[in-house]
């Protein structure tokens, strides 16, 4: 447990602090995980004092808690922490009022709930008013960037400020149960381990899905496509979970080293392979849990007759190293699906020869994790089904490992929650390094670059679906298909 720490929230009147950040505060209070002697500041441009302030986070914490959840103590203890300062971002005048509440001797950890486009901005008014000092942090949430050059703008722009080890680039996967359980499972199982090749393993397929559509976002979006919005960060960060090589130890720069590497180890998708590899959707109207939902043209704030922009997006790739040459990674991710589920599904290679006739029960085995909505690990195996009747007939069972039954029943901590402990414990090993971020990015833009030049149009899709017709023929023509729709 750190100590002596000031987490200042910029943006902390917006839909990510209410939502997300000031639920997992509270949650690491009420499980006794913050050290007394932190204090949190809370920073938007209102005019608020600290009490109303205070209020309303309770009203947000109580309309976003399961009423199970709400202990009054803890609550007393936490509104203990909260401070309201008020600042316009953009005015360097306003944030001597920040320095007068920090303390010398004390780490501050400046959190950036905000526009990416404010990042350079606020830094540099921070710095100004003489609140950055070498024990600074810095936790930016994404996009860092919209391509390579971006990227690496923000990168360069953060990092006159602060170095690289006081950097925290957040991808909220990256705190996820499951995920983090994935290096467990794979480096800590030599039953598994020793099986995590292309000599063992079929193929690999992440899946993404969402049933919500834009949210009221589409001017934002459109510039921006689910292959910026998802594949780039999320799923590219699951992919460097499930293949990078083992690291030396759970040491920050050893398992980000070992992304980088992965990153670097993508096969690109050009123009000579893109319409192979890759399939764009955008979502029509349809149907969501039986009611009627509008598609991408006739969302609110639509600001023209047509548009490119996918909402959906699959894709095949490799990975060019001894590992994993000849597996194929099959991603997909998409708004408005049939369901919201987040998997990673690791299908194994059947057995070269068999020895039980008649059965026409599937012999490959499959390891499944699930992200969402209920996370846990499955392992699909054959055995005997028992009967007197059938000698010998196969059947496929499924071994559960349920992440909220083996808890005993308490509840499986949200993602901010694991970030927030590790950035305040000054541990950067679930967090994105900058050169994660710019590999990422130059693999996705000479994916885009090669759409481009090729006109991939988007195909459309029915809201409530599995996207289009011809993402499930991008897996069928290799005789496979996605697991779950």
């Not at 441009?45 to 600290?50: N, V």
């Not at 994404?142 to 080890?165: C, M, Q, W």
């Not at 090749?197 to 969402?210: L, M, V, W």
């Not at 979502?283 to 009611?291: F, L």
């Amino acid at each position: 447990m750190s100590s002596n720490v000031d987490l200042i929230l910029f943006g902390a009147r917006g839909d990510l602090s209410k939502r997300k950040l000031f639920p997992a505060l509270y949650q690491l209070e009420r499980a006794a995980l913050l050290d007394d002697s932190i204090r949190i500041a809370g920073v938007a441009r209102e005019q608020l004092s600290s009490e109303q302030f205070i209020d309303d986070v309770k009203l947000r914490l109580q309309e976003a808690l399961p009423a199970a959840d709400w202990d009054e103590g803890a609550w007393s203890r936490f509104s203990r922490r909260l401070t309201f300062i008020k600042i316009d971002f953009a005015q360097k005048n306003n944030y001597p009022a920040l320095k007068g509440w920090l303390v010398e001797g004390r780490t501050a950890i400046f959190y950036m709930a905000t526009p990416p486009s404010l990042f350079g901005p606020i830094c540099q008014h921070l710095d100004n008013a003489g609140c950055v000092d070498s024990r600074a942090r810095i936790v930016l949430e994404k996009p860092i960037g919209h391509d390579l050059e971006s990227s690496r703008e923000v990168n360069a722009t953060i990092g006159r400020y602060f170095p690289e080890r006081n950097i925290y680039r957040i991808d909220h996967y990256l705190g996820k149960e499951t995920v983090q359980n994935l290096l467990v499972l794979r480096f800590a199982n030599r039953m598994i381990n020793s099986q995590w090749d292309n000599s063992c393993i079929d193929h690999i397929q992440i899946t993404a899905a969402e049933t919500v559509g834009i949210e009221g976002r589409w001017s934002y979006y459109d510039k921006v496509g689910q292959l910026r919005d998802m594949v780039q960060n999320h799923l590219l960060q699951l992919l460097c979970m499930i293949a990078m090589e083992p690291p030396n130890s759970t040491n920050a720069d050893e398992i980000r080293a070992e992304k980088v590497k992965l990153l670097r180890a993508l096969s690109p998708v050009t123009p000579d392979n893109v319409a192979d590899r890759v399939v764009r959707g955008q979502y029509a109207a349809g149907w969501i849990s039986g009611k009627p939902v509008v598609g991408y043209m006739e969302e609110q704030g639509s600001e023209s007759d047509s548009s490119n922009t996918e909402t959906f997006v699959a894709l095949k790739t490799y990975i060019d190293n001894w590992r994993w040459a000849g597996v194929p990674f099959y991603l997909r991710t998409g708004k408005r699906m049939a369901e919201k589920m987040t998997e990673v599904v690791i299908t194994y290679k059947a057995n070269p020869h068999g020895i039980f006739p008649g059965s026409n029960v599937e012999k490959a085995n499959r390891l499944i994790f699930r992200l969402q909505p209920n996370e846990g690990v499955e392992m699909e195996m054959i055995s005997k089904k028992h009967s007197l009747s059938n000698e010998l007939k196969l059947e496929k069972r499924t071994l559960n490992l349920d992440f909220f039954d083996s808890s005993g029943g308490s509840r499986i901590p949200e993602a901010y929650e694991r970030l927030f402990l590790e950035a305040i414990r000054g541990d950067q090993w679930l967090f994105v390094s900058r050169e994660e971020i710019e590999a990422s990015w130059r693999w996705c833009d000479t994916l885009i670059d090669s759409w481009r030049a090729k006109n991939l149009q988007v195909k459309p899709y029915s809201a409530g679906s599995w996207g289009p017709s011809k993402a499930e023929m991008l897996i069928e023509k290799d005789q496979r298909s996605w697991h779950g729709g």
